[in-house]
């Protein structure tokens, strides 16, 4: 054990036993300890940060100056140094200085993941401006909504016929702005657009100077980064200075250094992909291989091609990944981590030995949360742990704290003892995560209602008059302090007074041989209180048919591994699944078509008890089933 090690024991109270007694009595120490080393560099390397004022632009101008022909970004085979990349944003940076707009105004960008991306990033950074991140897959209503809420007066769109085409079905909705569109002339262009690949190449590539940035604020807005649509529609979070030179030094968790290549597939306009990699790469002075929209197919192509040793996922692109053939060269690369969050506990070791992935790190955290914890022990399924030595070291600050209440699902509120304040759970119990409010760190939503910025908070948490920050996010606290994810607070349902994880039942379900993926979702029953069961179902594709013996399997292993109250009452067979850009599968739209035999046009089947099946839901005996005990 190393010095800084008994330190912390000693720290800690643990005075007077050797390391390896007190691993005998509390034989969880050694994952703390590996925690808190881990943590500790991180840590330390965000603190040199912040007294130094390294933010984003600070970092990438050193690796100009330091590495200027060193490859930062590969793409579609092309190799962008950081010579070049800088010397393109020194380009934006003196056409957004035309448009005399207030510093740290906000720059509409609606561009996929390529190099165009990042320049046009950097660029609006060092003209004093930020950028609100568009998603590209929006239309119509969603897409008009994202571009007024930004208050952006100039949108940039990137390469791609369908991005212009979808700004142009709004373009009467929109507010009075200038339009600049890459990968097109001008004289292809609408006579209100503005070609930005022409104007670039007119423009010289002149440093601005560093007034042009103002001040240096920590909270000031580097970007506007909007949340998962799985509900309502997109809001942008403030992400300030602050929160992307905390994000940029993370990985050094597993040591990510300058020799190492990133692999970067999900959106840039996405929290994980934009802070995570290309920052952490950034602050490293590493290389990032991007690709344009996520490819199963293609995915071990590249990784193997461009000699990718960090690969970062999310949500289920593990899963989408695991559904191709399998191959003998799937373990043949060059990766030694894989950083990400979402990957379920079902396919966890089958994505971990399929792939030969060396290492799994899971994080928790949320775009505009303040607190992250991650699982660097490789404990299976877990998301992170929370210790009382890890409370007493790591955690002491109140603005750093991550701590689990107890939550009731029937009230969707927080439980509270006679004196109105939050329960803690124990080990072996479910609970809310909330989190201590780095003021530094939590900007909110831009332009958002108070009643928006409001709901992230919860008050009188443990005395009369504090305010913690709440996750939206059930976990599961182990005997050993590791933890594992739940459900979101609204995905969890009640029904038959007993709380319901849609994560726990979709587990169940996934694991049937010939099941692809399950969806999971609480739908209303006339004349009942609270939520049944529904699950949507997709079947491997090589196995689509549905058949008696399939229905009967489901309806076995409900019945075997989930409680009564539990068991979906109704099934939905879908060959594709509604997803978010984050690869969440959406639920809202399923909750609200339900059963329902007009909305719905895939096959629908109810639980039969009396024959231990799932029949099918006809208009014959519709009502005679809603009727029914089910």
């Not at 568009?134 to 952006?152: C, F, M, Q, R, T």
């Not at 399924?381 to 790591?394: E, F, K, Q």
Request: net charge positive; aromatic share 12%.
């Amino acid at each position: 054990m190393s010095k800084k090690q008994k330190a912390v024991l000693v720290g800690s109270g643990l005075v007077g036993a050797s390391y390896a007694a007190w691993k005998a009595f509390v034989p969880w120490i050694g994952d703390d300890m590996k925690t808190i080393r881990v943590l500790a560099k991180a840590l330390k390397q965000i603190g040199q940060n912040f007294e130094k004022g390294r933010t984003d632009l600070v970092m990438f101008e050193e690796n100009v100056a330091r590495i200027p022909k060193k490859t930062f970004i590969i793409f579609e085979d092309r190799h962008y140094s950081y010579e070049f990349v800088d010397t393109m944003a020194n380009k934006v940076a003196n056409i957004a200085l035309t448009w005399n707009l207030p510093l740290h105004s906000p720059v509409a960008i609606m561009v996929e993941n390529e190099p165009a991306f990042i320049w046009t990033f950097l660029g609006l950074r060092k003209a004093g401006l930020s950028a609100a991140f568009i998603n590209y897959h929006l239309k119509g209503h969603p897409l008009i909504h994202s571009i007024k809420v930004s208050e952006a007066p100039v949108l940039i769109i990137g390469s791609g016929d369908e991005h212009l085409h979808s700004i142009q079905e709004i373009a009467s909705d929109l507010p009075e702005m200038k339009i600049y569109v890459m990968g097109k002339k001008q004289q292809d262009l609408p006579a209100e657009y503005f070609s930005m690949d022409e104007i670039l190449h007119h423009t010289l590539p002149v440093p601005l100077s560093k007034l042009c940035r103002g001040e240096l604020n920590m909270r000031d807005p580097v970007c506007y980064i909007y949340t998962s649509g799985t509900t309502g529609l997109p809001k942008p979070a403030i992400i300030n200075h602050s929160k992307i030179m905390a994000a940029s030094s993370f990985w050094r968790v597993f040591d990510y250094n300058e020799n190492d290549i990133a692999y970067a597939v999900t959106p840039l306009y996405h929290s994980a992909s934009f802070s995570m990699c290309l920052f952490n790469t950034i602050e490293r002075g590493a290389t990032i291989v991007l690709r344009r929209k996520f490819s199963a197919r293609h995915y071990w192509e590249d990784v193997r091609r461009y000699n990718v040793t960090v690969i970062q996922y999310i949500g289920e692109l593990c899963r989408y990944l695991l559904r191709r053939p399998k191959s003998d060269l799937d373990g043949v690369h060059k990766i030694r981590v894989a950083f990400g969050n979402g990957l379920r506990i079902d396919i966890w070791e089958e994505f971990k030995n399929r792939f030969k992935i060396p290492k799994i790190v899971e994080f928790f955290g949320a775009t505009e949360g303040t607190g992250i914890f991650l699982n660097v022990t490789g404990k299976v399924g877990a998301i992170g742990r929370m210790s009382p030595l890890m409370r007493a070291t790591v955690f002491r600050d109140k603005g750093h704290q991550i701590n689990f209440i107890k939550f009731d699902n029937r009230t969707e509120k927080p439980v509270r003892d006679s004196k109105g304040l939050c329960i803690p759970i124990k080990p072996g119990e479910v609970g809310l995560v909330i989190c201590g409010v780095n003021e530094a760190l939590y900007s909110g939503f831009y332009k958002g209602s108070k009643e928006m910025n409001d709901k992230k908070f919860l008050r009188d948490v443990y005395t009369i008059g504090d305010r913690w920050f709440t996750f939206g996010d059930l976990i599961y606290l182990d005997q050993n302090y590791d933890i594992f994810f739940r459900d979101r607070t609204g995905d969890t349902f009640r029904w038959k007074s007993e709380n319901v994880s849609t994560a726990e039942v979709a587990d169940v379900i996934t694991h049937i041989p010939f099941v692809r993926d399950a969806n999971v979702y609480g739908v209303t029953i006339p004349g009942e209180d609270g939520r049944a069961g529904m699950a949507a179902i997709m079947l491997r594709p090589e196995d689509e048919q549905i058949t008696d013996e399939k229905l009967r399997t489901i309806f076995s292993v409900c019945q075997k591994e989930l409680p009564a109250y539990a068991r979906p009452l109704f099934l939905r067979f879908m060959r594709e699944f509604i997803v978010t850009q984050t690869m969440k599968n959406r639920k809202v739209e399923m909750v609200e078509e339900g059963y329902d035999l007009e909305k719905v046009n895939d096959p629908l089947y109810f639980i039969d008890h009396k024959n231990k099946t799932y029949s099918p839901l006809t208009s014959t005996n519709y009502e005679g089933v809603l009727s029914s005990k089910l």
